[in-house]
Each structure stands twice: as structure tokens, then as C-alpha cells.
């Protein structure tokens, strides 16, 4: 993702890994919660994911006040997700779009268990990502919609390749800055 801050200037900050890496943390009070959720396909309460994602702000910009802008990858996910963001940072942060990789189940999947080979990830396997469709359709297909709603959605088909995924993402952020 440095190419996209060098181009635009977003920092990328993903849910996901900052959950995984607070989990390794072992000074963390959280690291078996996260675990569970995770190898279970559920999302973290977003007590816990909306302060590592502002903690990581805060330090970017507390280092550079023109990093100001952020590309949040794997969030909000759900209901939670959402409450917590409006909670937090209303009137602190614009969102401008949401970036949608739409995908079907067989290639998330078959995606998946394809990095699972090296990923070392609890829930790169048949069983999690099940549970991680189930969740994906009850809980983050809604806020998906929602956002649709809103005008703020920009679908891109990540059924394609990485490289024609990659120049319709490149697109969409030339149109939006
Ligand atoms: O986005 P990623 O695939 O890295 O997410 C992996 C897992 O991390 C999710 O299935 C979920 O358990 C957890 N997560 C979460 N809340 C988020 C993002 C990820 O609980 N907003
Ligand atoms: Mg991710």
C-alpha cells in the first residue's frame, strides 16, 4: 500500500492486522478474546478495534499532521462496528468512500485456503471462513448497503486479476483524490 501513499497520500490501516497484532502482544488483557473471534469468523467488539485504529491515527499524525488521511481496510464490519466509528469519530473524520471488493463465496474461499498454505492464519481454513461468509452476510453485507444508501460505495469486481483488481482501485482513487 506505499504506492497508494506516495500517489494519494492515504496511510493504510488494516482492522484485521491491527487485531492480529495485538493479540501477539503478550502485555495485551485481550489477546484470547481476539483469538476466539477470529478463529471463529466473529467481529471483535469494537471497543477494542476502534482504539487500536485510533491509536494508530493519533501516532500518524502526532508524527506528521498532513498524514491526515487514512484508507481503513476490513472496517466497519458490522452494527458495532458502526455505532462505535459514529461514536468516536463523529465530527472528527469524513468518511469519503467505501471501497467494495465484490467477490464470490468459491473464489474468497478457494483465495483463502491458498494463502493458508503460508499465512499461518487461524481462520484461513474451510471451517472459519465458513463462519466468516455466515458473518459476512449477516452482519457486513448490511452496513455495505447502508453506505450504498448514502452514495458512498465504489464496487470494484475483485473476481478479476490482481493486476485488473489493481487498475480498477487505481482508477477510482484518481476520480476521488
Ligand atoms: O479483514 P481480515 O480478513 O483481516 O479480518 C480477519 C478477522 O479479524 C475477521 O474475520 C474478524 O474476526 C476480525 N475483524 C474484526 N473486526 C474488524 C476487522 C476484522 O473483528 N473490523
Ligand atoms: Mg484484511
Redesign the pocket.
Known sequence: MCFFFQKYGYTHL????L?RDERKNPDSQYGELIEK??KD????PVEI?ISLLRREMDQTMAANAQKNKFLID????NQD?LQGWNKTMDGKADVSFVLFFDCNNEICVERCLERGKSSGRS?DNRESLEK?IQTYLQSTKPIIDLYEEMGKVRKIDASKSVDEVFDEVVKIFDKEG
Do not use: Q, W
Open positions: 488494516s482492522a484485521g492486522e487485531l473471534y477470529i469468523g466473529k467481529i471483535v478495534t476490513g472496517f466497519p464490519r462496528n481462520d466468516r
